[in-house]
């Protein structure tokens, strides 16, 4: 359990929490295979899809999902060898109620930033979930939005056109809406404590509770799924598409920086005490500045050298986890996910092995990925050339990366 401060300051884990709400009914889009988020589209239920989108996504930790009391064996079915990785509680009698106690379940866990998701958008994508991450601050939501584009009219008592309603700022809300967590969960207990229950999505009830939502730019893809005919329509597009080859690359990084006097060394973002260090104009961490290279070929954003030029002053001294993070992030906004990263460090000395652990969970926290996805290993040059006179330290790194399938199969 993380203290009050921490729970203010939403600083207990950089891993976001996930509520997906799938408690509702659905019965404006029929009952031919149970509720509407358990109907298939493209030979998988819309709630598989949802869960896909977020379990993929590298900085999505627990999620939660709000379900109906009698739906646990469509649940369980429909979320398959997925089903123990996330918790399924028992919804509310109101999507608003749902809300609340998928929050109460992520308590435990304590997340600093939370996703609240509607199981009927399926078509959610990981670049809107990344926008929506990046967007939330320690006291501010935010809100995936598209710009209202039909012209809007409001009726009158005796069903007439009374107004034009101008729909200059005017944004229609999507989800997932994103929240720090503890702020979020307080104005839902406020609400609920209150008996306020007519809050239509989590950003009224930010709204109300003064808490700031900064808009961003939604997708017109990420629909949701409300009548039978939407169910229809997205089962014939998704049926109707080709199947598509993953796009997965791979990248390769080398580097390596001679001894010089000094009283440790930097490998993989682990201070090493050693009786000398390595020479370069950042830290010299050879592990690191090969892993870059490796992420940055993965997207042809060229090398470290052009991101980070040894010229530039500012770099003297840095950190090379800057390198790897700039990397990474690059690698996101482009639609990536980073699926594993394997660096050899290739030394005399220091031995590598009583620090590998320390490595790996430096590199899982740069790379926002889990520890079993990176390996870091070592080897000796058999006291041949550079390496094995001891004057300096190599590594080598590959990272392979999936992108947005767009190769026709």
């Given at each position: 359990m993380t203290d009050a401060s921490e729970r203010q300051t939403g600083a207990a884990t950089d891993k976001v929490g996930v509520v997906i709400v799938a408690a509702g009914r659905g019965a404006r889009a029929g009952q031919v295979d149970g509720p509407k988020q358990y109907q298939s589209i493209g030979g998988r239920a819309v709630i598989t899809r949802t869960l896909d989108a977020f379990l993929a996504h590298p900085r999505v930790g627990q999620i939660v999902v709000a379900i109906h009391a009698d739906d646990r064996d469509l649940f369980r079915k429909a979320a398959g060898a997925n089903?123990?990785?996330?918790?399924?509680?028992t919804g509310g009698d109101s999507?608003?109620?749902s809300v609340r106690l998928g929050l109460l379940a992520l308590r435990d866990h304590a997340p600093g930033r939370v996703l609240i998701?509607?199981?009927v958008r399926p078509f959610v994508d990981g670049g809107l979930i990344e926008r929506t991450i990046e967007a939330i601050g320690e006291r501010q939501g935010a809100l995936p939005t598209l710009p209202v584009a039909d012209t809007l009219k409001r009726e009158s008592a005796a069903g007439m056109i009374e107004e034009t309603v101008p729909r200059n700022g005017l944004h229609a809300a999507q989800t997932p809406q994103g929240f720090p967590f503890w702020p979020i969960l307080a104005a839902?207990?406020?609400a609920h404590h209150l008996g306020k229950a007519d809050f239509t999505d989590d950003a009224a009830i930010a709204e109300w509770a003064h808490i700031p939502v900064k808009i961003v730019p939604g997708s017109p893809d990420n629909v949701k799924l409300t009548w039978a005919r939407d169910i229809a329509m997205a089962d014939?597009?998704?049926s109707g598409e080709r199947p598509r080859f993953p796009d997965i690359r791979t990248g390769n990084g080398y580097d390596v920086h001679a001894f010089e006097p000094g009283d440790h060394v930097t490998l993989c973002g682990v201070a090493i005490p050693h009786d000398r260090k390595l020479s370069g104009h950042s830290d010299a961490?050879?592990?690191l500045h090969a892993l870059t290279d490796a992420l940055?070929?993965?997207c042809g954003a060229g090398d470290i050298g052009t991101h980070f030029p040894p010229s530039d002053p500012q770099w003297k001294g840095a950190a090379s986890r800057i390198f790897v993070e700039h990397a990474a992030k690059l690698v996101r906004e482009r639609g990536g996910r980073i699926a594993n990263a394997d660096i050899t460090l290739i030394c005399e000395a220091p031995r590598i092995g009583p620090h590998r652990e320390a490595m790996t969970a430096a590199l899982a926290s740069m790379l926002g990925i889990a520890s079993e996805r990176i390996s870091v290993k070592a080897t000796t040059n058999e006291k041949l050339g550079f390496v094995g006179r001891e004057e300096g330290i190599a590594a080598i790194a590959t990272a392979s990366v999936v992108y947005p399938g767009?190769?026709?199969a």
């Open positions: 089903a123990d990785r996330v918790i399924a509680i999507r608003q109620a998701h509607d199981a839902h207990e406020k014939q597009r998704l961490d050879v592990g940055l070929a993965t767009d190769v026709p």
